[in-house]
């Protein structure tokens, strides 16, 4: 069963850099690396998806290990508004069926 | 864009009663998904559903049926309500599995 691993908490002050660790080693050799967040009484939202290397967008940065089996969620300059928990996913591939599986996720704390 | 409409937002039942939760997606997507976010805790799969009439079990669907109708509604029926199961119960929708997945807000069940 692929799952994934991150720390349950972490904090940071406004404006640093935050990095968040994920663990799946069991990744099936196909599938990609999601991440995504959730602020209270909100559905989770996509911020980014990666298979290999590294990857850029407007609101985070993913960077995955040669191995895949170790990805990192990069946000720049943190604000009070990135306070969520965080969720690294994986798909899990068992017989016929594919579920993406969400842990428990990683709350970041941001404070002024 | 698109929106996915969960109704109702607030769902109260008594314990033993039957209920069910609605979801609409006007993405056009294919697949539909209901999930169970416990207080402090990680999202789990209950049901999904690839095309209209499909239905697949997620890790807890014992407990729950659910009906795909028409592509871009599907609903979950709590059999038989009890007071451990009040949760908030997601529901989204993707192209396919593994693509980027769209949430609503949640519905939260509560159990008298």
């Known amino acids: 069963l692929a799952k994934t691993t991150q720390p349950p908490s972490m904090e940071a002050y406004e404006g640093q850099e935050v990095n968040v660790s994920c663990s799946h080693t069991n990744i099936a050799t196909s599938e990609y690396i999601y991440w995504y967040r959730q602020v209270p009484h909100q559905g989770p939202q996509f911020i980014i998806q990666g298979y290999k290397d590294y990857v850029v967008n407007e609101v985070a940065s993913l960077f995955i290990s040669a191995d895949r089996k170790l990805s990192t969620l990069s946000l720049p300059w943190v604000s009070l508004r990135d306070a969520a928990v965080y969720y690294c996913i994986v798909t899990d591939i068992t017989g016929n069926t594919r579920k993406l599986i969400f842990g428990l996720g990683t709350t970041l704390q941001v404070q002024p | 864009g698109g929106i996915i409409t969960q109704t109702p937002k607030f769902l109260i039942g008594q314990e033993g009663q039957k209920l069910t939760l609605k979801c609409q997606q006007n993405f056009n997507h294919d697949t539909m998904y209901w999930y169970r976010q416990d207080s402090g805790k990680g999202l789990r799969l209950i049901y999904y559903s690839i095309t209209e009439n499909d239905l697949q079990k997620g890790d807890l669907s014992e407990g729950y049926d659910a009906s795909r109708e028409k592509k871009s509604s599907f609903s979950l029926t709590v059999t038989s309500a009890q007071k451990n199961e009040m949760a908030v119960f997601l529901c989204?929708?993707?192209?396919?599995?593994?693509?980027?997945?769209?949430f609503g807000e949640g519905s939260r069940l509560i159990v008298v």
């Open positions: 989204a929708s993707s192209m396919g599995v593994g693509n980027t997945l769209y």
